[in-house]
Structures are given as structure tokens and as C-alpha cells.
């Protein structure tokens, strides 16, 4: 079983920044894609930034330019820095690990819990 658990959501101003993580845990045998979800009220889920193990990564078009995702493979962990938050990306944000229990299983998908972001503007 794997376990991925945020960090690092609250609440700040327009303009300012904040850095989430999610950490990995538990017994696999790779971590593939890792990325960051985030959902409104009253929205669906959707797809912020992506990273690949190898470091490739893939950004919706509304934070390019503001987000930045990164991995430390090592650690099991991925981040997001944000930067010139608005009230558009207030949501909560959800970890997300496509992770290989064994060399020769499918990949699984797992979630974390959630962490909230809220922009005041």
C-alpha cells in the first residue's frame, strides 16, 4: 500500500507565493508520473503540473509561467512552487503518484488527502 501525503497549503495574499509537497510511502517498486490536481468549488478536478521521473514535466496553460514542479526521486517526494498566487487558484490541491508496486505489476494510481489553497485578493 502507498500513502502520499501533503503539505505546505494555506492561506495567502494575491501575489504571494507558496510551496506544496507530497511525500511517498510504503513498499514499491518505482514511482512513475507524479503530479498536482486541483479543484474549485462547485468545479471538476483538474490537472495543474506533471512530472516524470526522469524530470520531463507538463503544466496547464492557466499557471505556465507562475508554477513550477519538481521531484526529488531519492525522497519519494514531489513539490509545486507557486508563485503571483490569485484568487483563481484558490482550490484544494491534490497529490497525485502513478506508482509500480513490482517490476512486472501494473501501475497503480493514488491520491493524497488534499491540501487547501486559498488566495484572498
Known amino acids: 500500500q502507498v500513502q502520499l501525503v501533503e503539505s505546505g497549503g494555506g492561506l495567502v495574499q494575491a501575489g504571494e507565493s507558496l510551496r506544496l509537497s507530497c511525500a511517498a510511502s510504503g513498499t514499491f517498486f518505482k514511482i512513475n508520473l507524479m503530479g498536482w490536481y486541483r479543484q474549485a468549488p462547485g468545479k471538476q478536478r483538474e490537472l495543474v503540473a506533471t512530472i516524470t521521473s526522469g524530470g520531463s514535466t507538463n503544466y496547464a496553460d492557466s499557471v505556465k509561467g507562475r508554477f513550477t514542479v519538481s521531484r526529488d526521486n531519492a525522497k519519494n517526494t514531489v513539490y509545486l512552487q507557486m508563485n503571483s498566487l490569485n484568487a483563481e487558484d484558490t482550490a484544494v490541491y491534490y497529490c497525485?503518484?502513478?506508482?509500480?508496486?513490482?517490476?512486472?505489476?501494473?501501475?497503480?494510481?493514488?491520491w493524497g488527502q488534499g491540501t487547501q489553497v486559498t488566495v484572498s485578493s
Open positions: 497525485n503518484a502513478a506508482v509500480q508496486p513490482t517490476l512486472l505489476s501494473y501501475v497503480i494510481s493514488y
